[in-house]
């Protein structure tokens, strides 16, 4: 069975750091691009950031280029998600996915794998 887990989340302040991990089953290969998303109380799913199997081509929403970056260690089957410079804004529950195209992609639609999401919280 498919399965995605991530760790990390938590309250911090703003400007403050946090790193994101998500970890995969062994059914999830390397050759699957990875992202993260984003949940907001009542907003939508949004895209933050994903990752090409290759770690060659990297995505970021505007909203946070510059502050997060991410990473994957394909030997030990993680994503990671480090994010600086928080903002009150960045709260939400963040959620780790998988796609069977090894090519990176903004859309929410092209991910067929999903965690259960880690809460971040971030005070003003």
């Known amino acids: 069975q498919v399965q995605l887990v991530e760790s990390g989340g938590g309250l911090v302040q703003a400007g403050d750091s946090l790193r994101l991990s998500c970890a995969s089953s062994e059914h999830i290969r390397s050759g699957w691009a990875k992202a993260w998303f984003r949940q907001a109380p009542g907003k939508e799913r949004e895209f933050v950031a994903s990752i090409s199997w290759s770690g060659a081509t990297e995505y970021y929403a505007e909203s946070v280029k510059g502050r997060f970056t991410i990473s994957r260690d394909n030997a030990k089957r993680t994503v990671d998600l480090q994010m600086n410079s928080l903002k009150p804004e960045d709260t939400a529950v963040y959620y780790c996915?998988?796609?069977?195209?090894?090519?990176?992609?903004?859309?929410?639609?092209?991910?067929?794998?999903w965690g259960q999401g880690t809460q971040v919280t971030v005070s003003s």
């Open positions: 996915a998988a796609g069977l195209n090894p090519t990176a992609s903004r859309s929410k639609h092209d991910y067929e794998y």
